[in-house]
Structure formats: C-alpha cells, structure tokens
T-cell receptor, first 110, second 113 residues
Framework: QKEVEQNSGPLSVPEGAIASLNCTYS??????FFWYRQYSGKSPELIMF????GDKEDGRFTAQLNKASQYVSLLIRDSQPSDSATYLC??????????FGAGTRLFVKA | SQTIHQWPATLVQPVGSPLSLECTVE??????LYWYRQAAGRGLQLLFY??????ISSEVPQNLSASRPQDRQFILSSKKLLLSDSGFYLC????????????FGPGTRLLVL
C-alpha cells in the first residue's frame, strides 16, 4: 500500500514567520511531487510541483525534495493570515493515480 | 485554457434516494478523469478513475458507480444513498502522461439525511 504521511497539525505560526510543512512517502518509485492548498469548504488548488532532488522556489513558496530520504517539504516565507489553510502533499509514481496525504492544517496568527 | 465544471454545487438527499453527479472538462481532449470523496476533516479518497470513454477503474467497492459516456464527461451515480455517502465529492483531471498535474473541480457537497 503506497502511503503519503503528513502531520495533521494544526501548525501555528505568527504572521511574517516561515511555515515549514513536511511529508514522507513510502514508494521509492515515486516520480512527481505536488503541494496543494485547500481552504475550508473549497477544492484543492495546486501550489507547486517538483520532480528533481533539491529546491524549487516560486514567490514565497519553496518546495524541497530528497528522494533518498523519501521526504518532501514546503516552506512558506513571510506567512500571511491568508495562508491559513490545509496543505496536501501528493505523489505520483508514473501511473494514473495520485496518492494524497491527509493534509496539514496551517494557522497564521495576525 | 482548461476548465472543469461540477454540478450541482450542493445537494441534500434522503437515504435510499438515487444520485447523479456530473463533471465536465473543457479545453482539452482525452483527459484522465477522477472522482474523489472527502469526508469532513479527512483526506481524499479516490473512488474511480477513467483513462478513456467507457473505461472505468473502481478503487473502493461500495454502492457508487461511475460512467464516462463522452470524452470530457464523467458521471458519479448511486441507486440508493447511504448516510455514509455524505461528503465533499471532487472531480479531477490530468493530461495523459506520467508527470502530469491533477487539477480539481469546485466540488459537490452532498448531505444524506
């Protein structure tokens, strides 16, 4: 059974701080890695994807991938109250299916 | 650009009634299509996926079924709803390809009473 594990949180950070969200996955054959943000009552929206080891930056967001450790993380710099949401980590193995973690709830305090 | 639609947005149904949820994708052809359910405060549960017209793969045996009568149309159905069918139903699509990103529709919130 392929699994994606996330700490459910809530992770609480003050406004302006760096929020660090972590994810581990079980399948070493995983090829593609995604972070989604889901506001309460809304559908998930893609924030970033990463395919290669290392860091990928997009604005205030940085995704980090370490395939040897089977570990993906998302850093949010200068966190804003509008970043408060559930963040879903997702992994694809090259097949048709995407495996989602249960999500980490982030709360940014103003 | 591609757009994914779902309807209805909200639905309240009695136990034992039938269900039909519809999903359509615009702006692409031959997408892979997916149905997920998300119970309150929980993660995403993959219900069905389809790689082409009439091709349906079921992930979880239950009283739901799916059909894909057209390339960009995906339908989720039930003959008799259970209380446990309540949840947030999400349709998603990807382009064909191993690394393609999955994009979600706005979802249908179903409450079975």
């Amino acid at each position: 059974q392929k699994e994606v594990e996330q700490n459910s949180g809530p992770l609480s950070v003050p406004e302006g701080a760096i929020a660090s969200l972590n994810c581990t996955y079980s399948d070493r054959g995983s090829q593609s890695f995604f972070w989604y943000r889901q506001y309460s009552g809304k559908s998930p929206e893609l924030i970033m994807f990463i395919y290669s080891n290392g860091d990928k930056e997009d604005g205030r967001f940085t995704a980090q991938l370490n395939k040897a450790s089977q570990y993906v993380s998302l850093l949010i710099r200068d966190s804003q109250p509008s970043d408060s949401a559930t963040y879903l980590c997702a992994v694809k193995d090259g097949g048709f299916k995407t495996i989602f973690g249960a999500g980490t709830r982030l709360f940014v305090k103003a | 650009s591609q757009t994914i639609h779902q309807w209805p947005a909200t639905l309240v149904q009695p136990v034992g009634s039938p269900l039909s949820l519809e999903c359509t994708v615009e702006g692409t052809s031959n997408p892979n299509l997916y149905w997920y359910r998300q119970a309150a405060g929980r993660g995403l549960q993959l219900l069905f996926y389809s790689v082409g017209i009439g091709q349906i793969s079921s992930e979880v045996p239950q009283n739901l079924s799916a059909s894909r009568p057209q390339d960009r149309q995906f339908i989720l159905s039930s003959k008799k709803l259970l209380l446990s069918d309540s949840g947030f139903y999400l349709c998603a699509w990807t382009k064909t390809g191993a690394q393609e990103t999955q994009y979600f529709g706005p979802g249908t919130r179903l409450l079975v009473l």
